[in-house]
């Protein structure tokens, strides 16, 4: 047991505390990101947002909007948010208890929303936790957006602006809507809040988003398909990429709570699992377990994409033919 019982974030965590402590990494220096901890330590990206979130928890580290988490400096001191209910200042009145930042834009407001959600999930964006973020009052915000729909509304508008499709689409149905279906998939995997976020049976107004319906639907419709049956093959695209991209946020949270990232999960069920197989009920899943089978969301997303495109190039033959 001895070196399992510890779970990997918390040596991780170990280590880039003793780099702060030592000064290694001095104040304002900035902390491997969560891509740069995975790579480092061949963790998940779960585990590596625990680290950061553990550090962060513990005042070692602080989020900084457009530049990444940096580490904190040694007794500054943590300004208490103001009460929602307590009134700001009117003409000539009373100042907030926190000072507004004579900088503090709309940009600003939804970078740091990303910012903590990208680190901590969607549950973590709050009101008041972004304006700690940015050392403002938690009022000022409403100054910029009207509630946390709105702002979740813009954060996600600002994520999908981040990587634009190009100008002019692939040749060939297929190479276009695979540019499109992938590109998609990579937003989700930046942002893991992004999938759970999106409804699509009361979807947002994500004016960034558009142009993806618009890619999509002007692709199948100059192949064939009527604009009818063209955006429902837009809809079973997107909520196949967005149906496996949930598991993201969900293991991140499952993570956090347990302190196991899949892998240590899976490995601690596999000795009841082996005994329901030993009865020999499941000849073909008896097999599986014996081979190995490694979940990888990438492989399956891209496998289950060339099946959606296998149909859809059959429908598309059975327009051109009609």
Request: no cysteine; glycine share 8%.
């Amino acid at each position: 047991m001895g070196e399992r019982a510890v779970p990997r974030y918390s040596r991780i965590v170990v280590e880039l505390r003793r780099r702060i402590e030592t000064g290694e990494l001095a104040p304002g220096d900035r902390l491997p990101s969560t891509r740069e901890i995975t790579k480092q330590w061949g963790v998940a990206m779960a585990t590596a947002t625990k680290v950061l979130t553990e550090l962060r928890r513990e005042g070692l580290v602080r989020a900084v909007p457009g530049v990444g988490t940096v580490v904190e400096a040694p007794g500054r001191p943590v300004r208490a948010a103001r009460p929602a209910s307590a009134p700001g200042p009117g003409p000539g009145g009373t100042a907030d208890a926190t000072p507004v930042p004579s900088g503090l834009t709309l940009e600003r407001i939804v970078a740091a929303a990303v910012t903590v959600a990208d680190a901590e999930g969607l549950a973590a964006v709050s009101m008041r936790r972004v304006a700690g973020e940015l050392r403002a009052a938690p009022m000022s915000l409403y100054r910029h957006v009207a509630d946390k729909d709105d702002l979740l509304t813009r954060m996600m508008d600002t994520a999908i602006a981040e990587h634009p499709l190009p100008a002019a689409p692939p040749q060939g149905w297929r190479a276009a809507i695979e540019l499109a279906a992938r590109q998609l998939w990579e937003l989700f995997r930046r942002h893991p809040w992004f999938a759970p976020a999106l409804s699509v049976t009361r979807p947002q107004l994500v004016t960034s988003a558009l142009p993806y319906s618009e890619w999509i639907l002007a692709v199948l419709h100059s192949h064939g398909l009527d604009l009818h049956s063209a955006f429902t093959a837009h809809l079973m695209l997107l909520n196949y990429a967005r149906g496996i991209a949930v598991n993201l946020e969900a293991e991140r949270e499952a993570e956090a709570h347990s302190g196991l990232d899949s892998e240590e999960w899976t490995d601690l069920q596999e000795p009841a699992l082996l005994e329901v197989l030993a009865t020999g009920r499941f000849p073909a899943l008896s097999r599986l377990a014996a081979a190995g089978y490694h979940l990888d969301l990438d492989a399956l997303f891209e496998f289950g994409l060339q099946r959606l495109l296998d149909g859809l190039a059959s429908l598309l033959d059975e327009s051109s033919a009609d």
